[in-house]
Each structure stands twice: as C-alpha cells, then as structure tokens.
C-alpha cells in the first residue's frame, strides 16, 4: 500500500511512551558498514542484496528529487520498501522560513489515531546525534509495546530534525541492519532537504529581485531605503488593498501611489489623484462624488465626480487627514458598500476602484483625539507603509541632484555638465526638511543663477548654505562670513529682546517661523538655550 500522508496534528510527542533495552548506532558508526555490528546480516546474503539494492535506490531517487515539494512521499516510499513500517514521520526542530511544513507524516493503515512518538527516543537522538531503536517500547496505558526506530537529520552539523518509524506488529522486530540502513537514509535526506531548502530559498530572493527589477516606477534611488520601497510596491501592487502610505511632505508619496497603480492590473484604467488638502469641503465632495442636474445653483448638467471616473482604476487621495467630517462618512460607504450617490441625486451608484490614501499627519493620534474617524482610519490602514525622509537616504543624494540637472535643464533652457564637489557637500550636509521637492527646487534654483558649466556653491539657496558647518569645507569664505554675521545679528536681535522670539524677529524683518528656522540651520539652538 502507499503511503498516506497525515496531517501535522496527528503527530503527538508523548512522554508517557518509555523505551526499554535501546540499541544505539552513534554518527560516526553509522556511515559505514561495521561487520562487527552486522553479523546477523552479513549471515543472510539474500538480505544483504536486498538492502543494498533498496539503498542504491534511496541515494538514486533522493538525488533526483529537485524541489522541496512532494519530497516527503517518496522518500517514504523508499523507507518502506527496505524496512518493514506501519508508520513514520519526518519532524523538523529547525525553522526552515515557510520552505517545508515542520512535521511530514504518514500512516501505512490510514489509522485515525494521533502518531505517538516517544519524546526520550526523540530527545536522545537530536542530544546526542546517534540513531537508536527499542523492540520494547512501553506505554503507561498498559497497551502492548511495539518497536521504534528513530534517526537524526544532520546537514553540515546541524540537526535539522529527525526521521522516527514505528510498528505495532508482533511479527516485526526491528535489527542493528535495519537501524544502519535507516541512520544512512537519514544522511542522505538531510543533505538533499538542506540544498533543496538552500536552492528554493535561492529561487524566491531571485524571483523578489525579478520582481522588484520589473517594478516600474519614476522614483530615483538604488540606498537599502529605497530598496525596501521599491519592493512594497512590487507586493502590493497586484492585490487590490487600501493603502495608506505615511511620511513627510516631498517623500514622494504620489510617486509610490502612481508606482502601484502602474504595476497593478488596473494599469490600462485611469489614476486620479486629489488633493485633499487644496480644494474646500463644498468643493471637494461635488469633485469627489459628482452632482446632478439642479443640485445647485450652476449644476446645469449632470456631472461625474473623480471616484466615477477612475472607475476599474485607482484613486490615489493625498492628505486624506484633511478631509472634513462629512466627507469621512461618505468616504467610509465608498469603502464598505462600493457604492455612493452624487450630490444632489438619490440612486446609488457602484464603484469598482483601488485607493490609495497619503497623509503626513498621525492618523491613529488624530483618530484619538476625534478629529478623525477611527473607524475611517481602520478601513483605510489596511496596508500601510512610511516612506523615509531624504536626510534617511542621503547616498541617494548625488543621484536624485544628477537626475534633476537633467530634468531642469529643458525647462530654464541651460546645459549643465554637473555639480561642484564643494556644492555637492552643501546638498550632503543638509538636513531636508521639505525632501526630495526640495531638493528639486534648489536644483532649479541653482540652475537659473548660475553661469557656468558646474553648479557651485553661490548658486544653491541660503537655506542649504546656512546649513554647512564651517569644519566641513564650507562654500567659500564669503559664505562662511555671511554664515557668522547671521549668527551674530540673531544673538543681538535676541539680546535686545531679552529672549523673545516674536519681538527678535520682528526687530529682523522676518516670520517667527523662519527665525527658528535659521537658528536649527545656524546650529545656534544649543548656545541659545545656554544663554536664556
């Protein structure tokens, strides 16, 4: 009969099972043929045939077994027909990612019974590395003994697991042959488990790279931080989940939701982004949700709003912590029922489209101090992901400034060969507080003002150059000195003041918030504090 292979469950480690008059083989006896130990088998010729063909067998088919998938049923196969089994198991102690099930079983009766392994036999093998069997195993129950048999899977000195067969039948009594044989499957399966394990684990990290290489996208960066974005995008891309993605404004966030729409097999159907946070709630929910004929004054005709345009397509929603109370209900029915009504009318109408949603703001905060729906929020943090601020990935810093001398030169109408190293210093040492836009608009900004063949340092905005700590090779004297006049008319503005931030930078001619912005760039925070 074939084997059957049982579930997982059915295997029960068992405490209460104690073997007696153990007959043990340790590792290094078992990879050869001892005629010493094998006296009773080197007697029989016709057994010692058999085993030996029923072995070339084993290493024959094991060899040929390519993947992890259906390993477990012929190697069974191969067990059964050189040692006589009622049933056995493959259990594994190490984790092996989700290659291989932890425990590999079948029963040779089909019984219904849970497998009951002797956990001493089992814990002695795996301490001790030695393959071992009892013709006396004894249950607490008072139930006949039966035999067991039980060897270690060892690759590359480490146990993996172990092979356990048992029979219950009177008429079957397990010998030293019958234990080499099994100690010399038990080799040979785990090193074929471990390099099948090893090139599957292979296959999948060359299909994530496939993957993330076939991921399309407009986004400039080869840091592990955009790795590991390029590669949620190759996830998520082809489920149709509500994404939520997280992170300072200039991330790229609409990048990343275009990325996914692109990748996704809504791809041939319309992307539509909307900004939350640029058009008032009246507005916005007739943007949203169309209107009908009449709904107000000027709604001369019945007009599709953006969530029925996109239809089979994708909505990307940017600063979704904006959107009013009213239309946070709303958006919750597109989400449950997918379906809504335009302004103005009464039938429903049903919506086929994926969202994705972006936000700089914390949602779960907000949803705590009720200024966001909770149960909004739940719907749309299906599947999240924060996308890493610039000053996270500043070796991307050289590409993404290359990639936008090249974009801004079409517009300002100027070829640039490249940036000074002193300039691309400046653009290292600064911190991004607006990210990837930012840069862009300093790229733009040095672009127009400069006049020769290099972006230099005089061409980048105040802001990047404040920013240069004087040790680090700053742009040139002149903006060292104009760097340390800064600093000094602050600390008089503030002195006069006696510390008052509002009242110092209305003597300057500037926003508070831009005062405080020049003494984070300044690097004056530390002195101030000390000063107060």
């Known amino acids: 009969?074939?084997?059957?292979?049982?579930?997982?469950?059915?295997?029960?480690?068992?405490?209460?099972?104690?073997?007696?008059?153990?007959?043990?083989?340790?590792?290094?006896?078992?990879?050869?043929?001892?005629?010493?130990?094998?006296a009773s088998v080197l007697e029989s010729p016709g057994r010692m045939a058999r085993d030996v063909h029923g072995l070339l067998k084993v290493i024959s088919a094991l060899n040929s077994i390519r993947g992890l998938i259906g390993l477990e049923r012929p190697l069974f196969e191969l067990i059964l027909d050189v040692i006589p089994v009622e049933r056995a198991a493959i259990v594994l102690v190490e984790d092996t990612g989700g290659l291989l099930p932890g425990v590999l079983a079948w029963d040779k009766c089909q019984g219904s019974a849970p497998f009951r392994i002797c956990k001493q036999m089992?814990?002695?093998?795996?301490?001790?590395?030695?393959?071992?069997?009892?013709?006396?195993?004894?249950?607490?129950?008072?139930?006949?003994?039966?035999?067991?048999?039980?060897?270690?899977?060892?690759?590359f000195d480490r146990a993996l697991g172990f092979i356990y067969l048992e029979s219950g039948s009177e008429g079957v009594r397990f010998d030293?042959?019958?234990?080499?044989?099994?100690?010399?499957?038990?080799?040979?399966?785990?090193?074929?488990?471990?390099?099948?394990?090893?090139?599957?684990?292979?296959?999948?990290?060359?299909?994530?790279?496939?993957?993330?290489?076939?991921?399309?996208?407009?986004?400039?960066?080869?840091?592990?931080?955009?790795?590991?974005?390029?590669?949620?995008i190759s996830k998520v891309a082809r489920s149709d989940s509500t994404i939520l993605l997280l992170g300072e404004s200039g991330t790229g966030k609409e990048l990343v939701a275009r990325a996914i729409h692109q990748n996704s097999p809504r791809s041939r159907q319309p992307f539509v982004a909307i900004n939350c946070a640029a058009i008032t709630e009246t507005l916005l929910e007739s943007e949203l949700f169309g209107y009908e004929k009449g709904a107000f004054t000027g709604a001369a005709a019945q007009t599709r709003g953006k969530l029925e345009v996109a239809e089979g397509g994708t909505v990307f929603l940017d600063e979704i912590g904006e959107l009013a109370p009213a239309l946070q209900a709303k958006l919750l029915r597109v989400l449950q029922e997918h379906e809504f009504t335009r302004v103005g009318g009464t039938r429903p109408v049903r919506l086929d489209i994926r969202l994705v949603t972006a936000t700089n703001r914390d949602l779960e905060q907000a949803a705590g101090q009720g200024l966001f729906r909770r149960d909004l929020y739940y719907r749309l943090n299906v599947v999240s992901k924060s996308l890493p601020p610039l000053r996270e990935h500043k070796e991307d810093i050289p590409l993404l400034t290359s990639h936008f001398i090249q974009k801004s030169s079409a517009k300002v109408?100027?070829?640039?060969?490249?940036?000074?190293?002193?300039?691309?210093?400046?653009?290292?040492?600064?911190?991004?507080?607006?990210?990837?836009?930012?840069?862009?608009?300093?790229?733009?900004?040095?672009?127009?003002?400069?006049?020769?063949?290099?972006?230099?340092?005089?061409?980048?905005?105040?802001?990047?150059?404040?920013?240069?700590?004087?040790?680090?090779?700053s742009a040139s004297q002149f903006h060292a000195a104009v760097r340390e006049a800064k600093r000094q008319l602050i600390r008089a503005a503030l002195?006069?003041?006696?510390?008052?931030y509002t009242r110092a930078a209305k003597n300057l001619g500037l926003q508070r918030n831009y005062l405080h912005r020049l003494i984070r760039n300044l690097a004056l925070q530390d002195e101030l504090k000390r000063s107060v």
């Open 1 to 38: 009969m074939k084997p059957a292979p049982c579930i997982a469950e059915r295997i029960q480690l068992d405490a209460a099972l104690v073997p007696a008059n153990v007959v043990q083989l340790r590792r290094e006896e078992g990879l050869y043929f001892a005629p010493d130990k094998l």
């Open 176 to 232: 030293v042959g019958h234990l080499h044989m099994l100690a010399i499957i038990a080799a040979i399966a785990a090193t074929v488990l471990e390099n099948a394990r090893h090139l599957q684990a292979l296959d999948r990290e060359n299909q994530r790279l496939r993957d993330e290489a076939k991921v399309q996208h407009a986004m400039v960066g080869e840091s592990g931080r955009m790795r590991e974005v390029y590669q949620f």
């Open 495 to 500: 002195a006069e003041a006696n510390g008052n």
């Open 413 to 473: 109408g100027r070829k640039v060969l490249g940036i000074a190293t002193a300039a691309e210093g400046c653009l290292m040492n600064y911190d991004w507080p607006g990210n990837v836009r930012e840069l862009e608009n300093a790229i733009e900004h040095a672009m127009v003002l400069g006049s020769t063949d290099l972006l230099l340092p005089e061409d980048l905005p105040d802001s990047v150059l404040d920013a240069v700590p004087g040790e680090a090779g």
């Open 122 to 155: 089992s814990d002695r093998v795996l301490a001790e590395s030695s393959a071992i069997f009892s013709n006396e195993v004894q249950d607490a129950e008072g139930a006949a003994p039966r035999s067991a048999m039980a060897a270690p899977l060892i690759a």
